[in-house]
């Protein structure tokens, strides 16, 4: 079936006309719209991602910062106990030797008093000695020795002094 009237008597191709020129005049402007909105969007995409980058750069740069930390606290944690233990094996050094010595110290009293004891013993009993042997030569001379003896041994006394006194 044809109609008659021709091309522009069917609605159709008014309608397909109008979507042409449609098309054509507003075409242009809503491809620009269009692709202005992807390209701004396009943009700010680029600009998280610069932003992300950056923002990644600087946790990187926090990370190596708190790593180098990190390993700087190690080191002078290390060195801490390296010397705290060095300084307990002086120290439990200096207490054994002083304790050393305070045992040998008081070995040395101990040793002191017993050798002063011993000349104390030793000095009583020359005493006691010298007493009993007074007593003694006392008791020997009170009954052996008579008058006549006693002026002998003063007589023989005096005559030896001259010759003890120039020896002393």
Do not use: C
């Amino acid at each position: 079936m044809h109609h008659e009237g021709g091309f522009f008597a069917d609605p159709a191709n008014w309608v397909a006309i109008a979507i042409i020129l449609f098309a054509m005049i507003f075409g242009r402007k809503v491809w620009k719209v269009l692709a202005q909105m992807l390209d701004d969007r396009s943009n700010a995409i680029r600009a998280e991602l610069d932003e992300a980058s950056r923002l990644r750069q600087e946790a990187e740069a926090m990370l190596s910062d708190a790593q180098a930390r990190r390993d700087a606290a190690l080191t002078d944690a290390r060195k801490l106990l390296e010397g705290a233990q060095a300084e307990a094996t002086r120290v439990a050094a200096a207490a054994a030797a002083e304790a050393e010595a305070a045992t040998r110290r008081r070995e040395r009293m101990a040793l002191d008093r017993i050798a002063a004891a011993e000349k104390a013993a030793i000095d009583e009993v020359r005493v006691t000695a010298a007493e009993v042997a007074t007593q003694a030569a006392r008791q020997v001379i009170a009954d052996t020795l008579t008058a006549d003896a006693d002026a002998r041994l003063v007589d023989q006394a005096i005559g030896q002094l001259p010759s003890a006194l120039r020896a002393a």
